[in-house]
């Protein structure tokens, strides 16, 4: 009792603590509004580039002077307490003013240290290492001057052509859930106190469906019902704001008709009506001007239709700066809409501390001493091991012995620059460390011999494409039948063969889309070459989205999925090969088993006409020339151990809204390794008015077993986990009949049944 009034206060303590905050808050950014004027409030509106990370075809221009003239609100692209501090100064010297600018950057997966991309980090299932990647990725923003990074973007992904899918945590909303909080925690801090000189403000994109375009196409049209929006692509947006994010960012794509930035459904009614985000809510890079193209109209309509719509900053596309006071004085847009929107950047700046010093979040000491840090790069390592997924691994080929010839064979077996994987912007490619150089650092006394074997790709168009920030697929002096040659000759005096195989780092990011996600050409001729020397080859798999993989399944032994890892990418390798880590990485994305698959997704609905079982049947819901299931389903990973899960057992058959479900089973640890493994829970509702997919993940946990050892796992479900959207739009629960899964992946699971009583 005592202990529940003492909550009590606190939580009323806190609560008008942050009243009183808000008053401050309120005051203070009322204050300096009464001193703007309309072109100065609009200037704050306006988010410039000067160049570094260009995602569009625009770079601002005049970025000083516009900065002297009070027209720009803050600055991404810059980075170093010392540029920084240069731009800062302009602002805060020479600006009628001095109001601060604010400073971001898509620090995205790590800031100097690179950790691995988002899709890799997500198959570590581990909430807990992703907020930490994210916290020392914050402490090293803030050092170098940053206070906003754009991330976490949290874009449910079914469709691996789309190369964004690297960027986010997969195909599932209840794991994208957990890490889009994870992430806001990480860069935000603990408490969500921005004003902290060690944490960053936090962006949360592409608001929203941006993962679902049509095609897999990048900046294609999206388009669905919005029962299929609440239940599968808006829940980890919502998680984010849930936990505090500071703010949104919009995305390409239209939703119903009109594009993301000009919604008024989903920027307002959506985001802030019924979630209650205060927070700012930015433009991804020149969407605003993007809306013309779209077919929404000349500049100033689709300015005046963002800033209607919600939106308070309008990323580098200048549509805000050059049109709204001519729609305010046409009564297009109204002040209280200029107003509002300037607010928000002002309080945003409020919150992290600017106003008292502007200069908080430059510091070339703590820069010099924790970028990069030894500390940061174990870290780094270790979150690296934890993301690899072994996707094969027959007879044990795994781990390499210490000892012998270790044959390492590939275009990306030395190839520093493509490591890091896309949006690195601040990495540097030349302090990560190779796969080679892992492999000779934690070979012990293994001799270890190399061959390049073949380019990454041949096409030299292709080439052109993906090597736009730099040569990541490079040509050597030597034919494809040298290098071969080459190869396959210290293949055949090799114990092993490590292929190191796969994607070139932008590949896959930002309008990087494929239409052919298997390995390119000229791999695939090395790798059929080095299986013909009759040795043992394993792949070594770098890729940021699922790949075809038939061929390669059916022919390599081992296969080991390690994304692009980051900084510590090589180590991390040699560590999971060598067996200093265990591989537990599971698979947040299916793998289809080709191209004619996709979309493909574990939590799909039954249709009226399932198959039963994996045969082809007539007038069934399946394929003439290949079976449903992909090659690699949502949650799966090997392991270099064993485990075994007995039968599930519940507390109750029937539970009443009220009661919670205890779902129980032992894991034993059957294998001859000590290792983790992700305990998956999914659950089926068999009947119900909105028809429900044939599996859905509601909880999972992480067990640690040495070799032998078995323990006792235990979910808890609640009414919460058996609800759904309905026709209405509102989240509720049906009576009758639901199946509950548990298993190491999402396919191969215990199951045992339960009903919800009214
Ligand atoms: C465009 C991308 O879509 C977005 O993710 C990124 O944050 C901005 N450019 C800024 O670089």
């Known amino acids: 009792m005592k202990k529940i009034s003492f909550i009590i206060i606190a939580s009323v303590m806190v609560t008008l603590q942050l009243y009183a905050q808000d008053a401050k808050m309120n005051a203070f950014v009322s204050e300096l509004m009464g001193k703007m004027t309309i072109d100065e409030k609009i200037g704050q509106l306006n988010l410039v580039t000067p160049g570094g990370a260009v995602t569009g075809s625009v770079v601002s221009s005049d970025v000083d002077n516009k900065i002297r003239n009070g027209q720009v609100g803050g600055l991404f692209g810059i980075t170093g307490p010392d540029k920084v501090h240069k731009a800062q100064e302009i602002a805060v010297n020479n600006s009628r003013l001095k109001i601060p600018l604010l400073f971001g950057l898509d620090v995205i997966h790590g800031h100097r240290t690179i950790f691995p991309i988002p899709l890799g980090l997500s198959c570590s299932w581990d909430t807990a290492l992703i907020e930490r990647s994210a916290r020392i990725a914050a402490t090293e923003a803030s050092a170098d001057g940053l206070d906003w990074g754009f991330s976490p973007m949290v874009d449910i992904a079914r469709d691996p052509r789309w190369g964004r899918i690297a960027e986010g945590a997969g195909e599932d909303p209840f794991l994208g859930s957990q890490i889009a909080r994870a992430m806001v925690k990480g860069y935000q801090g603990a408490n969500n106190d921005l004003t902290k000189t060690d944490v960053i403000m936090a962006c949360v994109k592409h608001f929203a469906l941006y993962g679902a375009e049509d095609a897999g196409r990048d900046y294609n049209t999206t388009d669905m019902s919005r029962i299929k929006m609440y239940q599968y692509y808006l829940p980890p947006y919502k998680a984010a704001v849930d936990a505090g994010v500071g703010t949104v960012m919009s995305s390409f794509n239209e939703i119903d008709g009109i594009p993301a930035t000009g919604n008024k459904w989903l920027m307002t009614d959506l985001l802030r009506k019924q979630w209650g985000f205060k927070g700012l809510v930015v433009t991804d890079y020149t969407a605003v001007n993007e809306m013309s193209a779209h077919g929404e109209g000349d500049l100033q309509t689709v300015s005046a239709l963002a800033l209607n719509a919600g939106i308070d900053m309008d990323m580098v596309g200048e549509g805000f700066l050059t049109t709204l006071k001519k729609s305010l004085q046409e009564g297009k847009v109204t002040e209280q809409g200029i107003n509002d929107a300037c607010r928000r950047v002002l309080e945003a700046k409020y919150k992290l501390g600017l106003f008292d010093n502007p200069y908080r979040r430059m510091d070339m000491v703590r820069a010099n001493k924790e970028i990069l840090s030894a500390e940061h790069r174990k870290a780094a390592r270790e979150t690296a091991a934890h993301s690899f997924v072994l996707l094969k691994n027959d ?303 509601k909880a999972f946990q992480k067990v640690w077993l040495k070799k032998g050892e078995s323990k006792e796992v235990s979910f808890t479900l609640s009414i919460d986990d058996l609800k759904f959207y309905n026709s209405d739009l509102n989240l509720i629960y049906e009576p009758g009949d639901f199946k509950v899964f548990v298993g190491g992946n999402s396919r191969d699971v215990k199951e045992a049944g339960f009903t919800l009583t009214k």
């Not at 001799?447 to 490079?474: C, M, P, Q, W």
């Not at 040699?574 to 004619?596: E, H, I, M, Q, W």
């Open 395 to 697: 007879n044990q080929l795994l781990p390499l012995k210490k000892s012998g010839t270790i044959a390492v064979i590939g275009p990306l077996a030395d190839s520093k620059r493509n490591m890091l994987g896309t949006w690195s912007v601040s990495g540097d490619p030349a302090k990560s460390i190779s796969v080679l150089e892992g492999i000779k650092n934690g070979a012990g006394a293994a001799n270890i011999v190399y061959a390049k074997g073949a380019n990454l790709s041949d096409d030299r168009e292709f080439a052109k494409h993906v090597n736009v920030f730099g040569t990541e697929i490079d040509f050597d002096n030597r034919s494809a039948d040298e290098m071969l040659t080459e190869a396959t000759t210290i293949a055949s005096k090799a114990d092993v063969v490590v292929a190191v195989l796969g994607e070139a780092a932008d590949m896959t990011g930002e309008s990087s889309s494929m239409s052919n996600i298997g390995l390119q050409e000229s791999q695939l001729n090395l790798l059929k070459a080095l299986i013909k020397t009759g040795k043992p080859v394993v792949i070594v798999l770098f890729n940021g989205r699922p790949m075809t993989l038939t061929w390669e399944n059916d022919h390599a032994p081992a296969i080991l999925d390690v994304w692009f890892g980051g900084t510590e990418a090589g180590n991390a390798i040699a560590d999971v090969l060598f067996g200093n880590y265990d591989p537990s990485g599971k698979l947040t994305t299916s793998f289809p088993r080709n191209v004619g698959q996709i979309p493909i997704y574990y939590n799909h609905k039954n249709t009226g006409r399932p198959l039963d079982g994996n045969e082809f049947q007539k007038f069934r819901s399946d394929y003439l020339d290949v079976s449903n299931d992909p090659l690699y389903p949502f949650g799966y990973g090997l392991s270099y151990t064993r485990f075994s899960y007995s039968d599930i057992s519940l507390s109750k058959k029937e539970i009443s809204p009220n009661d919670k479900l205890q779902v129980r089973l032992t894991v034993t640890n059957t294998g001859n390794f000590d290792g983790e493994e992700t305990v998956q829970l999914y659950i089926r509702d068999m009947v119900a008015t909105i028809t429900q997919p044939v599996k859905e993940l």
